[in-house]
């Protein structure tokens, strides 16, 4: 039978949408193989974003085009943010690639690779910039009581570093009936927790007759019975709504848990990057999402080292982390993106700058989130258990509402299932914790 093997770089848009290329691969017949060397097909589902991610990809594709010079027949497929930004500059550097699909585009990907497993076509690139509709695309998902559900594709903001709205496109929200029934689908078959995915999810809806928003939108999967917990990712602060957070409060479904991306907490590092409010703004948002929401947990993307950011523009970030206290801060080095209005700017950091400003964010945020998961050490919390702890399997390990990581001894495999944890002793990442009514271990 033939084989795959795919690799997925980037965020968890990418994470959901390498499901869906497994399912279409795996529906024309092949298998997945846990090595690229096992493989007939060779997937690389690739990342924009910042340099790295593309820089690993040139790698793997280097090391992808020597195993297609051993005799079995191969294909190569690019799919991602670099297949729809730099066909060109992919093709050149590694002329053995087959196929170049963009995301807006995976719904041709079952028949090129067909076409190219029959004999029938050549290298061939597919660029479009329209939404896959989710609806015919089969996923094949990773665990069966949790799943990513598309609600918007696409991005209409034009932060100044970022290269999303060029790979993926504007912005389109699908229809909620759609979302709806691949809800529906989705609990039937099982799964109690969604995470609906989307650049900005507070601007859902727009182009949608009759009009609906995310609150709205929230509301409709809180009637799907079955369906227990509903996150979603990412929030723009510019486009949170006292509806919002109305929503989070009123539906039992939709966990205490708000991604807000900060990125700066200098109102005039926000202003350049076009982010499109405050520092202030922020911080009177977060107030009354923690008001609106008790024990909400809060967690951000933060990026220092922006073109021209000062030490006190710096100051005012660390600042901006005092007073909020995030749970969890995703924190990057500002990374030149060509053809991005950033790259143009005057004033850039040097590597050694932003390193050590990245650094001392980075052990202000630890000792922050360190002394929040101290502060409800005691505490009972809900735990979906995912499976085993990597590190010692005597271990179950599993999220809170709070999408904090609970790791507790358990004999049985309690995959998918709900358990009382109490959280005993405070990580960086959650707690290790015990099962309620279970301080032996024992069930
Ligand atoms: N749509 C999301 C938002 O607006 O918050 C973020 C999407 S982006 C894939 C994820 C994160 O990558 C961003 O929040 C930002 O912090 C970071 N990022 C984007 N472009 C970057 C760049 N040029 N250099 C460094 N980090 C970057
Ligand atoms: Fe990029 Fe800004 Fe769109 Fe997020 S909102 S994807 S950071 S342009």
New binding site residues.
Partial sequence: MPTYHLETFG?QMNAHDSEGIAGVLYGLGLRPVGTPEEADVLVLNTCS??DKPQRKVFSRLGHYARLKSTPRRRLIVIAGCMAQLIPDEVRKRAPEVDLIIGPGAYGELEGAVRELLEGRSGPQTILTRCAPDAQSIPYRRETPFRAWVDVMYG?D?H?A??V?PRARGREVSRRPEAIVAEVEGLVAEGVVEITLLG??VNSYGHGIEPPVDFADLLGRLEAVAGLRRVRFT?S?PKDVSPKLMRAMAELPTVCEHLHL?V?AGSDRVLERMGRGHSAEQYLTLVQAAREAVPGLSLTT???VGFPGETREDFDSTLALFEIVRFDQA?M????D?PG?R?DEMADKLSEEEKQARFLELARLQNSIAREINEGRVGEEFEVLVEGRDAKDPKKARGRTRQNKLMIFPAEEDLSGRFVQAKAVEARLWGWLGQRHGNENGKL
């Fill in positions: 965020c974003v910042r991005c903001n932060c570093y970022c999303v650049q900005n990412t723009h991306p990125q993307d933060v990026m995703f990057f080095r500002y990374n993106r991005t950033a």
